[in-house]
Each structure stands twice: as C-alpha cells, then as structure tokens.
C-alpha cells in the first residue's frame, strides 16, 4: 500500500467527519487548535477559548461493517466523565469541564508530553504515580491501562498524569460493583496495577528499585498473563492492520497525530 494513503473512514471513530470547529461547555466557547488522534475508539483534539486550553474527546459514532457502535462510544464517554468526577480532587488528574453531547468529554489540557521510551524521569515522578494510583485503589476503582506508557503524561512541571480513563474499573453498573464477583474483579484489576507500576519503574528509574522490588517487578499476576495470552493476538492482527493502512502512525499504537489545523 502506497505510504500515503489515508486511512479508510471505516477506522475512524467519526468516519468521515472533522472534529467539530467549535463546542460549548462550561460556559466556555473553545474553538478547535488541532487534532491529537483519531483512530477507531475515539477522536480527542485540542481546543483553546477564554484564555483556557482544553481536550476533547469524542467516542465513536460511526457504525463498522454493518454494525451499528454508537452506543459504545456514549457509553465509554459517561463512563469517562463519571471517573473523571470521582477523581476531581486528586492531583495529577486534570479536571472535567464537561460533556459534549452524549459521547464526548472536555477535561483540562496538561502542557507536557508522553512517557517517551528510555526517559530519565525525576526522582519524585514514580513515588507521585504510585501515590495516585494507591489513591485511585483506595475508593473501590483500578486504573487497568497502565501497560501503554503513553498513558502516563510528563508534565512541564515533571509530575505525572493520567489522562484516559475509557477502560478503567468500576464500569457504571452499580450492581456489579457491590457483588463478591465485582470485588474480585477489582482486585485482580488493581493487582495488575501494581504490577503494571513496578515494570514502568524497572524501565525507566532501575536505579530507584530495592533488589527485591526488581526482582518482583519481574514476576506477572496470572490474570496479567492470562490477558496477554488472550488478547496478544488480537493485538498483534490490529497492529498489521494498522500498519497497512496507516504507515505513517510509527510506533502509536491507535493511530497517528494528524496535527490539523482548527
């Protein structure tokens, strides 16, 4: 395929439409910079108004073969907000400004950078990240996604941040929540946390490591194992449909910066 080809409207979460040049939440008036991603999932740019930068983050809308997905992209948008809100107070979480219709969210835009591979990132950065996701423990929740280090944002300010929260426990069914089922869940999901945590430490601060957190951070929960097992090809069929489609997206997996212009 030739490299520059577009990626088909089919894989993308808004098909063939833009992001919206303009949106109102908070009383606020943002008008649309340029796009950070858009791939299957979601659509998320950077908008600016009333002296305030902002991210928004639109769920998917469009159908794929024949099957209507607009309700996964509402979903996972309230699902977003409602964790966004338990979280308001914590540092390292930007604030949400609202919603955006039923499938999109507006939170706070964090000046920095992803977790770049091989960083050398401050002392302090790892011993914040795990007070946060100790915090995020601490009321019932999991944040599950810690595997992509691009997840995690380097501030101007060299703290860290987390930004997505669109697969991150407790989904909203209550009910769910309270059973012995639910709980369980939520441990497992926190104990791949943790070990999600110690391996982010092993690659970028070994140096900070006791030898016995070292060698800790090398031993895998099961239910991180059985998750690889089952999802590793799925993975790897996405990144070779990916990388035919979309050459250009180098090392990112969902896709690449489209740097548009508002």
């Given at each position: 395929?030739?490299?520059?080809q577009?990626?088909?409207?089919?894989?993308k979460?808004?098909g063939?439409?833009?992001?919206?040049?303009?949106?109102?939440?908070?009383?606020?008036?943002?008008?649309?910079?340029r796009?950070?991603?858009?791939d299957f999932?979601a659509?998320?740019?950077?908008?600016?108004?009333?002296?305030?930068?902002?991210?928004?983050?639109?769920?998917?809308?469009?159908?794929?073969?024949?099957?209507?997905?607009?309700?996964t992209?509402r979903?996972?948008?309230?699902h977003?907000a409602?964790?966004?809100?338990r979280?308001?107070?914590v540092?390292?979480?930007?604030?949400?400004?609202?919603?955006?219709?039923?499938?999109?969210?507006?939170?706070?835009?964090?000046?920095?950078?992803?977790?770049r591979k091989?960083?050398?990132?401050?002392d302090?950065?790892?011993?914040?990240?795990?007070?946060?996701?100790?915090?995020?423990?601490?009321?019932?929740?999991?944040?599950?996604?810690?595997?992509k280090?691009?997840?995690?944002?380097?501030?101007?300010?060299g703290?860290?941040?987390?930004?997505?929260?669109?697969?991150?426990?407790p989904?909203?069914i209550?009910?769910?929540?309270?059973?012995?089922?639910?709980?369980?869940?939520?441990?497992?999901?926190?104990q791949g946390?943790?070990?999600?945590?110690?391996?982010?430490?092993r690659?970028?601060?070994?140096?900070?490591?006791?030898?016995?957190?070292?060698e800790?951070?090398?031993?895998?929960?099961?239910?991180?194992r059985?998750?690889?097992?089952?999802?590793?090809?799925?993975?790897?069929?996405?990144?070779?449909?990916?990388?035919?489609?979309?050459?250009?997206?180098?090392?990112t997996?969902?896709?690449?910066?489209e740097?548009?212009?508002?």
């Amino acid at each position: 395929m030739a490299k520059n080809q577009t990626v088909p409207d089919c894989l993308k979460a808004l098909g063939a439409e833009p992001m919206p040049a303009e949106v109102e939440v908070g009383g606020l008036t943002l008008r649309h910079v340029r796009t950070f991603k858009h791939d299957f999932f979601a659509a998320t740019g950077l908008y600016e108004g009333n002296g305030r930068q902002a991210v928004l983050k639109i769920g998917r809308r469009v159908g794929f073969l024949g099957l209507p997905l607009g309700w996964t992209g509402r979903l996972l948008a309230r699902h977003e907000a409602d964790l966004f809100t338990r979280l308001a107070d914590v540092s390292g979480v930007p604030a949400l400004l609202g919603m955006v219709g039923e499938d999109g969210i507006v939170h706070d835009f964090v000046p920095g950078h992803e977790l770049r591979k091989g960083e050398q990132v401050n002392d302090e950065f790892f011993t914040r990240l795990e007070g946060m996701i100790a915090t995020i423990h601490e009321r019932r929740m999991a944040y599950v996604d810690l595997e992509k280090r691009q997840n995690v944002l380097v501030g101007e300010d060299g703290r860290p941040y987390l930004i997505d929260f669109q697969i991150s426990w407790p989904w909203p069914i209550g009910w769910l929540e309270r059973t012995v089922v639910g709980r369980w869940l939520c441990r497992r999901f926190q104990q791949g946390d943790r070990y999600q945590l110690r391996k982010l430490r092993r690659r970028f601060r070994p140096d900070l490591l006791t030898p016995q957190e070292l060698e800790e951070s090398y031993r895998r929960p099961w239910t991180v194992r059985a998750h690889r097992r089952l999802t590793r090809p799925l993975t790897c069929f996405r990144r070779w449909v990916l990388a035919k489609v979309d050459p250009k997206r180098g090392d990112t997996e969902r896709g690449r910066c489209e740097q548009e212009a508002g």
